[in-house]
C-alpha cells in the first residue's frame, strides 16, 4: 500500500510564502514522476509543477518565477516552496506521484490535500 503525505498549507497574506512537503511511504519500488496540483472552488484540477525522476521540470506560466518545485529521492519527498503568494493562488494543493511498487503495480497515486489560503 503506498501513502502521499502531505504538509505545510496554512493562511498567509498576500506577497508571504509557503513551502508544502508530501512524503511518499509504502511498498514503493521507484517513483518516476512527481507533481504538485491545484484546485480552487468551483474550478477544476490544474497542473501546477511538475518534476521526472531525471530532474526534468516545468511550471505551469501561472507560477513560473514564484514557485519551485523540488525533490529528495532518498526520501520520496517533494516540495513546493510558493513565494510571492497571491489571492488567486488560494486552492487546495494536492501532491501526486506516478511509481511502481514491488508487486509490479504502476500507477499514479494522490495525497489528500492541503489547503492554501491567501485572503484579498
Known amino acids: 500500500q503506498v501513502q502521499l503525505v502531505e504538509s505545510g498549507g496554512g493562511l498567509v497574506q498576500p506577497g508571504g510564502s509557503l513551502r508544502l512537503s508530501c512524503a511518499a511511504s509504502?511498498?514503493?519500488?521507484?517513483?518516476?514522476?512527481m507533481a504538485w496540483y491545484r484546485q480552487a472552488p468551483g474550478k477544476q484540477r490544474e497542473l501546477v509543477a511538475h518534476?521526472?525522476?531525471?530532474?526534468?521540470?516545468d511550471y505551469s506560466d501561472s507560477v513560473k518565477g514564484r514557485f519551485t518545485i523540488s525533490r529528495d529521492n532518498a526520501k520520496n519527498t517533494v516540495y513546493l516552496q510558493m513565494n510571492s503568494l497571491k489571492p488567486e493562488d488560494t486552492a487546495v494543493y494536492y501532491c501526486?506521484?506516478?511509481?511502481?511498487?514491488?508487486?509490479?503495480?504502476?500507477?499514479?497515486?494522490w495525497g489528500q490535500g492541503t489547503q492554501v489560503t491567501v485572503p484579498s
Open positions: 501526486n506521484a506516478v511509481l511502481s511498487t514491488y508487486s509490479g503495480t504502476y500507477s499514479g497515486y
Open positions: 518534476v521526472t525522476s531525471g530532474g526534468i521540470i
Open positions: 509504502g511498498s514503493i519500488f521507484r517513483i518516476y514522476e
